[in-house]
């Protein structure tokens, strides 16, 4: 049975730092495509980070050059660290562990029960 864990999320200032974990167990995450995806109130839910299996990352246009997505094999998770946090990053944050056939798109695959960032001063 494939579970995903995500951890790391809470309460953090505007300009803040979060490093979000994702533990995965019943699969190896270095074999899928592992993404981070959120979603706010009202609003769909959206790709923020992906990590392929080959280790090409992707990133929102909105997180480039503030979030780095990382994997590590011997732990078989996968982290997201969120830095120069925006009001606007604020929703929850889905961990997902896809094929590596599949693109970011659709909800495909595995997903975690998400874990909330708030970002407020």
């Known amino acids: 049975q494939v579970q995903l864990v995500e951890s790391g999320g809470g309460l953090v200032q505007p300009g803040g730092s979060l490093r979000l974990s994702c533990v995965a167990s019943?699969?190896?995450?270095?074999?899928?495509?592992m993404g981070w995806y959120r979603q706010a109130p009202g609003k769909q839910r959206e790709l923020v980070a992906g990590?392929?299996?080959?280790?090409?990352?992707n990133y929102a246009d909105s997180v480039k050059g503030r979030f780095t997505i990382s994997r590590d094999g011997a732990k078989n998770t996968v982290y997201l660290q969120m830095n120069g946090l925006k009001p606007e990053d604020t929703a929850v944050y889905y961990c997902n562990a896809r094929p590596p056939a599949s693109g970011w798109n659709g909800s495909v695959g595995n997903w975690g029960q998400g874990t909330q960032v708030t970002v407020s001063s």
């Open positions: 990590l392929t299996r080959g280790g090409s990352t």
């Open positions: 019943g699969i190896n995450a270095r074999f899928y495509n």
